[in-house]
Nanobody, 124 residues
């Protein structure tokens, strides 16, 4: 089993920044992608960003492109999401996921493991 623990959420004013972290532990995995998704009340979980095992390929939702940056730690088992120029519409619970398939997916159906989520609230 794989455990994912997110941290870094909180309350921030519009235009501010937050950095989310997600650490994977447990069963040894290699060559897996990691991604961030978010879910606002009454809405489906939506893709935010993903990164492949090497860290060389990254993918972003159009709504966050240019504002958010996903990166991977040197140990490969930690992923970060730097969020700048935050907007009230970014308010959601943010989830980290692991996708063990070869290709990096932007669909939450493809992800095998999930963290418990961290709340991000952006005030106007």
């Amino acid at each position: 089993q794989v455990q994912l623990v997110e941290s870094g959420g909180g309350l921030v004013q519009a235009g501010g920044s937050l950095r989310l972290s997600c650490a994977a532990s447990g069963r040894t995995l290699s060559f897996y992608s990691m991604g961030w998704f978010r879910q606002a009340p009454g809405r489906e979980r939506e893709f935010v960003a993903a990164i492949d095992w090497s860290g060389d390929s990254t993918f972003y939702a159009d709504s966050v492109k240019g504002r958010f940056t996903i990166s991977r730690g040197n140990d490969k088992h930690t992923v970060y999401l730097q969020m700048n120029s935050l907007k009230p519409e970014d308010t959601a619970v943010y989830y980290c996921g692991v996708d063990t398939a070869w290709a990096t997916s932007t669909s939450y159906h493809a992800y095998d493991y999930w963290g418990q989520g961290t709340q991000v609230t952006v005030s106007s």
